[in-house]
Nanobody
Framework: QVQVVESGGGFVQSGGSLRLSCIAS????????MAWYRQLPGQGREQVAF???????TYADSVRGRFTISMDKSKNTVFLQMDSLKPEDTAIYYC???????????????WGRGTQVTVSS
């Protein structure tokens, strides 16, 4: 079993910055990729940024140039640096982890519980 915990959300004014962190902990697994998703009120979950263990990175068009995803592979931790925040970035941000279980060699996804980001105008 893998536990995924996000931190770093909060309240910020438009134009400000926040840094989200997410750590995946447990035993006998490897991380293949990690990502940040967000969910706006009344809407589905959308992928914001994605990074693989081989450092392939993708961003949603809405955040490219403002958000930066990075990973500390030694600690199974992913970060999301969010700059030039806008009110429309207000959402619950979820961490996603794609793992490989050593015992079964099967891939398994995990989600964190989310962290609220609120950007005021």
């Amino acid at each position: 079993q893998v536990q995924v915990v996000e931190s770093g959300g909060g309240f910020v004014q438009s134009g400000g910055s926040l840094r989200l962190s997410c750590i995946a902990s447990g035993s006998a697994f490897s991380v293949g990729a990690m990502a940040w998703y967000r969910q706006l009120p009344g809407q589905g979950r959308e992928q914001v940024a994605f990074i693989t263990a081989s450092d392939l990175i993708t961003y949603a068009d809405s955040v490219r140039g403002r958000f930066t995803i990075s990973m500390d592979k030694s600690k199974n931790t992913v970060f999301l640096q969010m700059d030039s925040l806008k009110p429309e970035d207000t959402a619950i941000y979820y961490c996603y982890v794609s793992t490989l279980e050593h015992a079964t060699q099967r891939g398994r996804p995990y989600w964190g519980r989310g962290t609220q980001v609120t950007v005021s105008s």
